[in-house]
């Protein structure tokens, strides 16, 4: 068994990179956006606090939406190796901050990612970086741990792969019923997880450690 932290992870490698960027008409489509939404809830936009407001917004959404213009091949891209391994490797605790779909406001949260082996293994920091991929965008918390298990599928075709993900909802705990400390919990089981019993109790007697 072998278990690494969140801390071992590259934090520099997580930042946006260039290519991530958004053309600039399409930031001022952004800003102007929220200058009308800022005037639309009976905000000034000219006074002092706001006057910056539409562009910093636009560059923080930019951000938060890279998702959409990361290429999974690329980041995975040279990560892959051979090995031998054949115990569960599992990626705990990794850093989650996503956009809910249905109110655009944050999910914040954790992922756990274990895979199987069969022959080919992934740096560590490539893990987070594929939960980024997907989070970055705007989601729902289900479809965010389907397609992070999918992918790590598809890339290291492993026997089995299993996702956990844990998270607050702004959506829910600043609107609404208020429920403050409610954590949502997702899985998505894949080949041995799923089929496996033992495979996938071994998963969570891990996950508790
Ligand atoms: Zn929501």
Redesign the pocket.
Known sequence: MIQRHNSDLDVEERFTRESNRLPGRDLDRIANAYRELLQSIGEDVNREGLQRTPDRAARALEFLTQGYRQNLDEIVNGAVFESSASEIILVKDIELYSL??????P?IGRAHVAYLPNGKVIGLSKVARIVDVFARRLQ?QENLTTQIAESLMNCLEPSGVAVVVEAK????MMRGVEKQNSVMKTSCLLGTFKDDARTRSEFLSLLKD
């Not at 909802?169 to 829910?172: K, N, V």
């Open positions: 809910c779909e249905h109110h655009l406001l999910f729902i909802h702004l959506c829910m």
